[in-house]
């Protein structure tokens, strides 16, 4: 039996590293590509997630977003935990207070778990697969709203520029179908917002599988549909575009997203 309240406790204690951090004296480092950069909070929350980690399922593989000496990355592992210490690092460099943590299992190439916390408002969404999704302690029960019923988030990294017209052009005509738009800077806390309702989609053209993994199955528990935006279904092993939201909402984004000029060189 895995010890999924020893793993949520782990991503809780994570976040409080996140809140206690020393923004001004922080270090940055820049790492390949346009606005990407990692603080030394990110590489931290890292190596105490996967010390600790290891030691609730010591036989798991890490795929986490940073480089950290204690990383054991090898996908034919049984176990694979998804690992983003700070989602929405650029939110947390200047402090916008809007960040999660995110930890995601899988179990032979398959999301079975999934923890996305924002220690900000103190909100852990949380899911284990067949057993339903949760925010806190609250189940999360998502209603199959149309785009016209609610608010469309987005994702749009820089190092996506070259396809960034096609991305645009739909979120234009999202927001003028849908109640409004937001891009909230954490991929993780977007998709899981949509099974809390606050959101019927999120769209962003290519996410690496860190970002989502976890929401992935918060999601799906709570019956939202998350694929590529083409259709396809997501990757574990790597970046792929991401289309989220209520199964209504999902159907009519791919179809105007195809409008758009989106396809699968995307
Ligand atoms: P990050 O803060 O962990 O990098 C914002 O649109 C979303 O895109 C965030 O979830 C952010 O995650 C992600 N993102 C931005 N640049 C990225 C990159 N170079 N690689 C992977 N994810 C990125
Ligand atoms: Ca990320």
Redesign the pocket.
């Known amino acids: 039996m895995i010890n999924f309240k020893a793993i949520e406790k782990c991503v809780k204690e994570a976040g409080q590293i996140v809140l206690a951090a020393d923004l001004e004296n922080a270090s940055v480092e820049k790492?390949?590509?346009d606005?990407?950069?990692c603080t030394e909070y990110?590489v931290k929350v890292q190596k105490f997630l996967i010390d600790e980690l290891s030691k609730i399922l010591p036989e798991a593989s890490f795929f986490g977003?940073e480089e950290t000496n204690n990383n054991i990355k090898d996908l034919s592992r049984e176990y694979t935990f998804y690992i983003?210490?700070?989602?929405?690092?650029?939110?947390?460099m200047f402090g916008y207070n809007h960040?999660s943590i995110s930890v995601g299992l899988a179990r032979n190439g398959k999301m079975m778990a999934g923890f996305v916390y924002n220690p900000y408002v103190d909100e852990m969404y949380k899911a284990v697969r067949n057993e339903g999704a949760f925010v806190n302690d609250k189940p999360l029960k998502m209603e199959n709203k149309a785009v016209s019923e609610g608010i469309i988030a987005?994702?749009?990294?820089?190092?996506n520029e070259s396809k960034i017209d096609v991305l645009f052009s739909t979120v234009k005509e999202l927001f003028l179908k849908s109640l409004s738009i937001r891009?909230?800077?954490?991929?993780?806390i977007?998709i899981s917002r949509i099974a809390k309702g606050a959101n019927v989609i999120y769209i962003?053209l290519?996410?690496?599988p860190?970002?989502y993994a976890a929401a992935s199955v918060i999601l799906e528990e709570a019956g939202g549909v998350i694929t590529r935006i083409g259709g396809g279904e997501i990757s574990l092993t790597e970046?792929c575009s991401i289309l989220a939201g209520t199964k209504k909402a999902h159907e009519e984004v791919m179809k105007i997203a195809k409008e758009k000029g989106y396809n699968s060189e995307f």
């Open positions: 790492k390949t590509g606005a990407n950069f990110d977003e983003d210490p700070i989602d929405g690092t650029t939110n947390f960040s987005f994702g749009c990294a820089r190092y891009s909230g800077g954490s991929a993780a977007d962003e290519k996410l690496q860190y970002d970046p």
